[in-house]
Each structure stands twice: as structure tokens, then as C-alpha cells.
């Protein structure tokens, strides 16, 4: 029996067998016989977890062109478009050295990241006002 951790969350999911598997306690996600982790990794987190630990955080919102330049100059470092960049890659980037707001101004911002991420792709394509993202995105 040894102390292990969640591969979804990272959360501690206590001391269990890693031959039988458990039930993580703050995801709720089967783990199944020796996917636990012996050890927490940092960058395992999901997207609803980083969502809610930078909702926490109460950051300030920063000016809406800051973050869709932020968001465009990622997207295409990852090679993806804008609208498909996943919230935990642009999290690792940052986390190692990428300028750059933080998820929680963003978040802070735009309210969701598929709001962000929306925005930012209809502030590229129709060069609309950068004032104004909650419109642009639910146009």
C-alpha cells in the first residue's frame, strides 16, 4: 500500500493498492489498476480544475487586444487555430517562461475561455473593434 495521486487532477487519492485501483476523491475519476501515479505531477491538470483555481485567484482583466495577441501568438507556436488552442497548453506556456497574461486574466477578461478564444478568432477574421469581446463573441 503506498500514497497515490490522481493522473487526471493530480489530486492525492490516498493510500491504495495501485494493482486495484480507486476512485479519485476530488475528480471522482476511476483510475483504473496501475494508471495512479506515485508521485504528484504539477502539469496534470484538467481544464475545470485550472478554471476554477484561476477564478480563485481574482486577477484584474487586462485591455481585450492584450489577450488576443497573446492567444494568436500561442495558437500558431502550437500550430493550431486559435479557436482549437486548449486552455492546459496555453497554461504550460506560460508556466515556463512565455510572455504573456495568466489564464486567471484572461479569464478575469473574457469570463470563459471558450468566450476568449472565440473572440480572439472573430477579432482576426472580421478586424473587429477589440473594445467590446463578450459581443464579438456571441455574435
Not at 63 to 85: Q, Y
Amino acid at each position: 500500500m503506498s500514497l497515490l495521486y490522481c493522473p487526471h487532477c493530480g489530486g492525492e487519492m490516498g493510500l491504495h493498492n495501485d494493482r486495484t485501483g480507486g476512485r479519485c476523491p476530488s475528480c471522482r475519476l476511476v483510475v483504473g489498476a496501475g494508471r495512479a501515479r506515485q508521485a504528484p505531477q504539477a502539469e496534470v491538470r484538467s481544464g475545470g480544475f485550472m478554471a476554477s483555481a484561476a477564478r480563485r485567484e481574482e486577477a484584474e482583466p487586462i485591455a481585450a487586444a492584450d489577450a488576443f495577441v497573446a492567444l494568436r501568438a500561442l495558437a500558431a507556436e502550437v500550430g493550431c487555430a486559435v479557436e482549437r488552442l486548449r486552455m492546459t497548453d496555453y497554461d504550460k506556456a506560460i508556466r515556463s517562461g512565455t510572455a504573456g497574461p495568466s489564464v486567471a486574466q484572461i479569464l478575469a477578461t473574457f469570463d470563459t475561455w471558450k468566450v476568449a478564444r472565440a473572440a480572439a478568432g472573430a477579432h482576426r477574421v472580421r478586424g473587429t473593434s477589440a473594445e467590446e469581446p463578450r459581443a464579438v463573441a456571441q455574435a
